[in-house]
């Protein structure tokens, strides 16, 4: 089951951020960025560069900041790490 069929409150709060619904329940954008919602509560991150940077849960009610934050930083490494190599 998706995230947002149970706890819909976690997709308002990537709205929030920026990030864009693509496919209902399932799939978020943000530039060349995307969420990818598994069947279980984990997200699977990935960009244009990396088809798998990482997995991270589906955060409890109170730590959508804290999960917000986290994606962002994993993002950023992959794209510093990326422009290294």
């Known amino acids: 089951m998706s995230y947002t069929s149970a706890d819909p409150w976690f997709g308002v709060a990537l709205e929030a951020a920026g990030w864009q619904e693509v496919v209902p329940y399932a799939e978020f954008t ?10 279980s509560s ?6 244009d560069t990396n088809p798998r940077i990482f997995d991270v849960p589906v ?27």
């Open 30 to 39: 943000k530039n060349q960025r995307r969420i990818i919602f598994d069947t």
């Open 42 to 47: 984990w997200m699977e991150l990935s960009n």
């Open 59 to 85: 955060p409890e009610r109170g730590r959508e900041q804290w999960t917000l934050n986290l994606i962002e930083h994993l993002f950023a490494v992959e794209e510093a790490t990326t422009k290294r190599s």
